[in-house]
């Protein structure tokens, strides 16, 4: 049997410790502020792209565009692998 010394627990301890810090204070957030800047993004073309034919037209296209990437999306969950809790 090998033996493992403190120093590799320890070390893997302080890394897991660092690892765990940055997905939760920097990657989740950036993850979340880039899709939120993409939508917005998204949906300023659609708007401005419906602005020719008056401010109620682009209106609707990017409420029809908003309702579709939410029943897309919604679509989609569907799909995800269900868990199911052992109690």
Known sequence: MPRTGTLPTVLT???MTILD???VNVA???TRQVGGALGVGIVGIVFYDGLSGGVTQAFQH???YLIM???AIAGLVQLLP???VKA
């Open 28 to 30: 989740i957030p950036a």
């Open 82 to 84: 269900r868990t199911t």
């Open 69 to 71: 990437i939410t029943l």
């Open 21 to 23: 810090f940055f997905i």
């Open 62 to 64: 990017g409420v029809v």
């Open 13 to 15: 301890g302080v890394f």
